[in-house]
Nanobody, 121 residues
């Protein structure tokens, strides 16, 4: 049974940084691409960043986070991390990690509980 547990969210001032982590279990982690999604209040869930399987040589960033967020993976620890810098109030959302299909980055149905990020102005 695949389990994804997100952590690292919190309250931060605009311009600050946060580091989100996602611990995966119940799956051969290195064989799957991973993504970080976010859902702001009143908005649909969107893909913020994704990383390809194994070495993670292929990465995707949405235009809204490009240049500020960095996704990485540690296959030895079965974790995927999202380093978020220069945070803006519009980054406020619940952040979820999920397994995604390589190249298309479409999510599979393994949603965790997410971690809340609140950026104050």
């Amino acid at each position: 049974q695949v389990q994804l547990v997100e952590s690292g969210g919190g309250l931060v001032q605009a311009g600050g940084s946060l580091r989100l982590s996602c611990a995966a279990s119940g799956m051969p982690f290195s064989w799957y691409a991973m993504g970080w999604f976010r859902q702001a209040p009143g908005k649909e869930r969107e893909l913020a960043a994704a990383i390809s399987w194994r070495s993670g040589g292929n990465r995707y960033y949405s235009d809204s986070v490009k240049g500020r967020f960095t996704i990485s993976r540690d296959n030895a620890r079965n974790t995927v991390t999202l380093q978020m810098n220069s945070l803006k109030p519009e980054d406020t959302a619940v952040y979820y990690c999920n397994v995604v299909f390589d190249e298309s980055w479409a999510p599979m149905n393994f949603w965790g509980k997410g971690t809340l990020v609140t950026v104050s102005s």
